[in-house]
């Protein structure tokens, strides 16, 4: 298969593509530079989605004429690379919208457009729901991050409405050792100085980097999936249970806290999402017949350690 990749430098972007590459399929990497040859046999094509820009026929067939198959749209500005400050925030936001929307109308007006089109999501999009199990059924939120998350996904419908197969892939939080949100906790735990985060009763959903690159290449691959999809392991834990892993798993002490007020003064109103609480479970990806390598939130870490 042919399948272009934005967001192909981040941590799940890197890690689809390497393991696409194993497998012997063709990558497009979306960039916003000079397109230049890759040493791992992959190719880039330009793309500038502030301006709505991007090389249509570069993407549409390659070097031998292979048309594009599929596109996996993970770009975006980072939700917790920054303090959310009202600039960060709009970053955030428009990032979003302008490259899905670019990929999205991109896509749809190609001549052989592909068969999918899986975008990125978040858990987010449930907004804060306190100890409740949620699956794919449940409404979306009002707070900031939900709200970005519906235009988010709603920014898909041109690729839709041409008839492209359409998943959303709600990811919760990724647990690697080198990148993301979780990737900021091991240092800490590592010098002994991790511990729980305001009151540690916020629920989690965490997926490992394994899964969650297992779970995007199951949404390419079968057919039949549409629409949204939680991307978290089946048993969502709280940030006490977290702690108590990390300190086990890492064998250092866990007496730090870090209280909800610290947070918020550090964080801004980033702090939201840290002691906010997610219970997400994948649903439809289970009844679909995915299947988790890393179901608990030990082995997550195992598998980043």
């Not at 960039?31 to 046999?41: E, F, I, L, T, Y």
């Not at 249509?56 to 198959?69: E, F, N, W």
């Not at 610290?262 to 964080?267: E, G, R």
Request: proline letters at 6%; a neutral charge; glycine letters at 12%.
């Amino acid at each position: 298969m042919r399948i272009a990749v934005t967001g192909s430098t981040g941590l799940i972007g890197s890690a689809l593509v390497r393991s696409l590459l194993a497998d012997g399929h063709q990558v497009v990497r979306l960039v916003r530079r000079p397109p230049a040859p890759r040493p791992d046999g992959s190719t880039e094509v330009r793309w500038n989605p502030g301006l709505r820009e991007i090389d249509r026929a570069a993407l549409a067939k390659g070097t031998d004429g292979a048309p594009l198959d599929a596109v996996v749209h993970l770009a975006g500005a980072g939700i917790a690379d920054h303090r959310w400050t009202a600039a960060y925030k709009r970053q955030i936001h428009e990032s979003r919208l302008l490259g899905t929307g670019t990929i999205a109308e991109a896509v749809a007006g190609l001549e052989q457009p592909p068969k999918v089109l899986v975008s990125g999501s978040a858990v987010g999009y449930y907004g804060q729901t306190g100890d409740q199990v949620i699956d794919e059924t449940a409404p979306a939120g009002g707070d900031y991050l939900a709200r970005v998350c519906v235009e988010w996904e709603q920014a898909t419908a041109p690729a839709e409405a041409a008839g492209i197969r359409v998943a959303h892939a709600r990811t919760g939080l990724v647990v690697a050792g080198d990148g993301g949100a979780w990737g900021k906790l091991f240092p800490l735990f590592r010098f002994g100085l991790g511990g729980r985060l305001g009151n540690g009763r916020q629920y989690w959903s965490f997926i490992s980097l394994h899964d969650e690159v297992a779970a995007l290449r199951f949404l390419v691959d079968t057919d039949s999936l549409s629409g949204p999809f939680n991307l978290s392991a089946p048993a969502p834990v709280t940030n006490r249970e977290v702690t108590e892993a990390m300190g086990r798993l890492m064998h250092r002490p866990t007496l730090a806290a870090v209280p909800e007020f610290a947070l918020k003064l550090v964080l801004g109103e980033m702090a939201v999402e840290v002691v906010g609480s997610h219970r997400t479970v994948p649903a439809r990806l289970l009844d679909a017949g995915f299947r988790f390598q890393h179901p608990t939130v030990d082995q997550a870490i195992e598998a980043a350690l």
